[in-house]
């Protein structure tokens, strides 16, 4: 059974940054691929940047510069390093793979 547990999350100012972990037990973890999406206020879920199991990622434009993704798959983790982060990055974020989500780590954005 596929587990993934998010960490890292916290209230920030704007301008800092935050790296979030993404771990997942129970499956070959090297042969999927990863993402990480956010639900902010009063909004639909959205993907934030996606990683291959190959390791080419995607990005959402809002993030594009700022956030990358990476995955250590030994350890079986997809980290999110999130720079400058802004107000409205504030949100919970979730990582998914093969359908399966984990439960979110706030993330907050505020002076």
């Known amino acids: 059974q596929v587990r993934l547990v998010e960490s890292g999350g916290g209230l920030v100012q704007p301008g800092a940054s935050l790296r979030l972990s993404c771990a997942a037990s129970?499956?070959?973890?090297?042969?999927?691929?990863v993402g990480w999406y956010r639900q902010s206020p009063g909004k639909n879920r959205e993907m934030v940047a996606h990683?291959?199991?190959?390791?080419?990622?995607d990005y959402a434009d809002f993030v594009k510069g700022r956030f990358t993704i990476s995955r250590d798959n030994d350890k079986k983790i997809v980290d999110l390093q999130m720079n400058d982060l802004q107000p409205e990055d504030t949100g919970l974020y979730s990582c998914?793979?093969?359908?399966?989500w984990g439960q979110g780590t706030q993330v907050t954005v505020s002076s």
């Open positions: 129970g499956t070959p973890f090297n042969h999927y691929g």
């Open positions: 998914m793979l093969a359908g399966v």
């Open positions: 990683i291959r199991r190959g390791g080419s990622a």
